[in-house]
C-alpha cells in the first residue's frame, strides 16, 4: 500500500538530478547538505559506466582523510574505484516498489557491523537509472499522504515513535572539545549516522550528524576546530533548530517534522 517509489520520483526532481562529473567534491558536499539528501548519481564519460554514485559517507571520508575541495568528483570516484564495493543487487529497486518495501529493504540492509542503508537506486527496464530513494523520502512519502486511509493502508497509523527509536544507550557520544575530524571520524567507524555530543558533566548539547561533516568540508572548516564550537557557530542555522518529539508521537508526525525542517534525526524526549 501507499505510493511507488517511481511515482516519487516522477513527483520530486531532486530523486532524479544527477551531477556533472566536472563538480568538485566541496560542491556536491553543499548540495546534499542543502538538499537533505544522503547520495547524488554523477555522470561518468569514457569507458566507465554511464553513472556513478557519491554518497555522504564518500564525502565524509575525504573530508577526514583531507582531500582538496577542489577535487573533481570524477576523478575522486575513479581513484577510489577499486577500493568501492560493487552497487549491491538488494539495493536496486523497480519504480514499482512501494515506499513500504523500501524502507524494510533499508532496514533489512542494515545489519550489525555494516554501514547503514540510507539510499537505494530506483531503476527500471531501460539502461540509466530512474533515480535516487533516501530514507529522509520515506519519512517525505509518509508526509505526503493525503488520507487517514492512504496512512492505514502503510500500517503507520498504528506506529509510534517508542516502537522504531533507537536507545539512546546505543547511540555514540563525542565531547564539546573533541576535533570535529575525530568526531566525523567517530561517525564513520561506528557505522551510525549521529552522535550524541555531551559536556564535561555528561549533560546533552546536541547531535552531531553526517550533514554538519558535509558543511564542514564545503566551508572549509579546519579539522582542529572543536565539536561544540562548530555547534555555536551553527547556533543561528536550520541545524540548530529543535528537533525533538515525543516517545508517543505517531510515526507519521515524527515524518511530518522531519520533512518541514529536512533532517533524517530527532531527538526523542518525553514532555
Avoid at 83 to 101: K, M, N
Avoid at 186 to 200: F, P, T
Avoid at 222 to 233: C, K
Wanted: aromatic fraction near 4%; glycine fraction near 10%.
Amino acid at each position: 500500500a501507499g505510493p511507488t517509489v517511481g511515482e516519487l520520483v516522477k513527483q520530486h526532481w531532486h530523486l532524479s538530478a544527477i551531477c556533472n562529473r566536472g563538480a568538485t567534491l566541496s560542491e556536491v558536499a553543499g548540495l546534499l547538505a542543502s538538499s537533505g539528501r544522503t547520495s547524488m548519481a554523477v555522470a561518468l564519460g569514457g569507458d566507465c559506466p554511464p553513472l556513478g554514485l557519491l554518497t555522504e559517507v564518500d564525502l565524509l571520508r575525504a573530508y577526514v582523510d583531507g582531500w582538496e575541495r577542489d577535487f573533481t568528483v570524477e576523478r575522486w570516484l575513479l581513484i577510489q574505484e577499486s577500493s568501492r564495493p560493487a552497487l549491491l543487487p538488494h539495493l536496486i529497486v523497480p519504480p514499482t516498489a512501494r515506499v513500504t518495501e523500501a524502507a524494510e529493504l533499508m532496514l533489512g540492509a542494515a545489519r550489525p557491523g555494516q554501514d547503514p542503508c540510507h539510499h537505494l537506486v530506483v531503476k527500471g527496464t531501460g539502461f540509466g537509472w530512474d533515480g535516487v530513494f533516501s530514507a529522509l523520502d520515506v519519512a517525505r512519502a509518509l508526509h505526503g499522504l493525503e488520507s487517514g486511509l492512504d496512512i492505514a493502508k502503510t500500517g503507520a497509523d498504528q506506529l509510534r515513535v517508542s516502537m522504531v527509536m533507537k536507545p539512546v544507550e546505543s547511540v555514540p557520544v563525542c565531547k564539546a572539545d573533541d576535533t570535529l575530524k575525530d568526531a566525523i571520524a567517530l561517525i564513520l567507524r561506528s557505522r551510525q549516522s549521529a552522535l550524541l555530543v555531551v559536556d564535561g558533566s555528561g549533560g546533552h548539547l546536541g547531535l552531531l550528524t553526517p550533514r554538519c561533516g558535509l558543511l564542514a568540508y564545503t566551508e572549509g572548516v579546519p579539522h582542529q576546530t572543536s565539536v561544540g564550537e562548530w555547534l555555536r557557530q551553527t547556533v543561528s542555522s536550520d541545524l540548530s533548530l529543535p528537533r525533538e518529539i515525543a516517545p508517543d508521537a505517531l510515526i507519521v508526525d515524527a515524518a511530518a517534522t522531519m520533512t518541514d525542517r529536512c533532517v533524517h534525526h530527532l531527538i526523542v524526549k518525553a514532555p
